[in-house]
T-cell receptor, first 112, second 112 residues
Framework: SQQGEEDPQALSIQEGENATMNCSYK?????LQWYRQNSGRGLVHLIL?????REKHSGRLRVTLDTSKKSSSLLITASRAADTASYFC????????????FGTGTRLKVLA | DGGITQSPKYLFRKEGQNVTLSCEQN?????MYWYRQDPGQGLRLIYY???????QKGDIAEGYSVSREKKESFPLTVTSAQKNPTAFYLC???????????FGPGTRLTVL
């Protein structure tokens, strides 16, 4: 399969806790992006990290990238019920522009 | 408001019919994409277009067709040759081939 893989497939936490989800990919990348999808809606871009970056922050989001392991993680701190959604990573390959490869997603449920 | 729109939100098709899904953007983006999303499988690329009057097949183009006559518009036709068309279809656009993508709200197609 060309798709990346995300781990865990589903995650349930209490409000206020941190949520960590991981993404593994197979090819050399130019950048890796994280998206959020609320049920039955389109995807919303969260953050982009380039291959020469190791860590990036945006508000309560922290993304790390390890190109030697071909993996990335997304940390959501102090989670809220509104963070309940599916989260996808997508890679932009160095050899295939316009052909982003999406992971299978992590379904996050934040309990109030 | 700048954004990307899809219509209709829900679409029902009888077997043997062709149907066309609309996608319009006013973000002045050159690149546009069509994805198919099935439960638990993430997004798979159907077609993409880098520029007006040009488009390329993605990973699952069989049974689909597109056109790109205007920069703002990238309609997708699901033909009767597509044997299992029931899915959630997402349109997206981006400035270039490795940039963040902006997604429409999606069209849910059901074959009766």
């Amino acid at each position: 399969s060309q798709q990346g893989e995300e781990d865990p497939q589903a995650l349930s936490i209490q409000e206020g806790e941190n949520a960590t989800m991981n993404c593994s990919y197979k090819t050399s990348i130019n950048n890796l992006q994280w998206y959020r999808q609320n049920s039955g809606r389109g995807l919303v871009h969260l953050i982009l990290i380039r291959s020469n970056e190791r860590e990036k922050h945006s508000g309560r989001l922290r993304v790390t990238l390890d190109t030697s392991k071909k993996s990335s993680s997304l940390l959501i701190t102090a989670s809220r019920a509104a963070d309940t959604a599916s989260y996808f990573c997508a890679t932009a390959s160095t050899s295939g522009t316009y052909k982003y490869i999406f992971g299978t997603g992590t379904r996050l449920k934040v309990l109030a | 408001d700048g954004g990307i729109t899809q219509s209709p939100k829900y679409l029902f098709r009888k077997e043997g019919q062709n149907v066309t899904l609309s996608c319009e953007q006013n973000l002045n983006h050159d690149a546009m994409y069509w994805y198919r999303q099935d439960p638990g499988q993430g997004l798979r690329l159907i077609y993409y277009s880098q520029i007006v009057n040009d488009f390329q097949k993605g990973d699952i183009a069989e049974g689909y067709s597109v056109s790109r006559e205007k920069k703002e518009s990238f309609p997708l036709t699901v033909t009767s040759a597509q044997k299992n068309p029931t899915a959630f279809y997402l349109c997206a656009s981006s400035i270039g081939g490795m940039d963040e993508q902006f997604f429409g709200p999606g069209t849910r197609l059901t074959v009766l």
